[in-house]
């Protein structure tokens, strides 16, 4: 049996990351792994709270939206019920829809990327994924998507925005490419594609 992994599925708002994380489930599953998957921000309480904030609920800065998000992610990682680290120790193969690198791109685009990288760094060490796939999407398809498939938009679902942040994307990539492992993928395509390409990438970590 092959090990489990720890995959992270990246991408601006509408890249299809929440399809193609089932996708590559349903490949794993039928390749013999136990599966988890998650996704960030998570449905616990500072998840939600984060919710809050983007669907307007709740106002806070982009500083606190940082800091929620760092909270946010140590929470995924060790909470003893149902914890990304927990699971890789009963042998899941975990998949999450977002991860640190979410963070460097989205709140680099309004504060210093290296404070943000800096304040996920104790996630970073307690785990790095074996695979971070970043779904590449023009700005305009993904904005195309959000209004296709909702009657509201959040927070940072804005043309300019998304711009902004798939440049921050690629800046981050530049700066930690020596301790990440990521793939890049062209997510313009039918989503029946795009996961083909994304299981022949997996496949090679098997």
């Given at each position: 049996m092959a090990k489990n992994l720890f995959i992270a599925l990246e991408g601006i708002d509408g890249s299809g990351k929440s399809t193609q994380s089932q996708l590559l489930a349903r490949q794993l599953q039928q390749a013999g792994h136990k599966v988890y998957t998650t996704f960030e921000p998570t449905d616990s309480p500072i998840g939600k709270m984060i919710r809050d904030i983007f669907s307007h609920r709740m106002e806070a800065d982009h500083k606190?939206?940082?800091?929620?998000?760092?909270?946010?992610?140590?929470?995924?990682?060790?909470?003893?019920?149902?914890g990304i680290l927990k699971k890789l120790e009963e042998g899941y193969t975990v998949i999450s829809d977002r991860y640190?690198?979410?963070?460097?791109?989205?709140?680099?685009?309004?504060?210093?990327?290296?404070?943000?990288?800096?304040?996920?760094?104790?996630a970073?060490?307690?785990l790095r994924p074996d695979l971070n796939i970043y779904i590449d999407v023009d700005p305009e398809t993904s904005m195309?998507?959000?209004?296709?498939?909702?009657s509201s938009t959040e927070m940072y679902e804005t043309l300019d925005n998304l711009k902004n942040v798939k440049a921050k994307y690629f800046e981050a990539f530049e700066k930690v490419k020596h301790d990440e492992n990521i793939y890049i993928i062209n997510g313009n395509r039918e989503e029946e594609e795009v996961a083909e390409s994304i299981w022949q990438e997996v496949q090679k970590i098997l």
């Open positions: 606190v939206i940082a800091g929620l998000f760092v909270a946010d992610r140590l929470h995924h990682l060790s909470n003893q019920e149902d640190y690198l979410s963070s460097y791109a989205y709140h680099a685009a309004h504060m210093s990327m290296d404070w943000v990288i800096n304040a996920n760094s104790m970073a060490d307690l195309e998507r959000i209004n296709k498939g909702r």
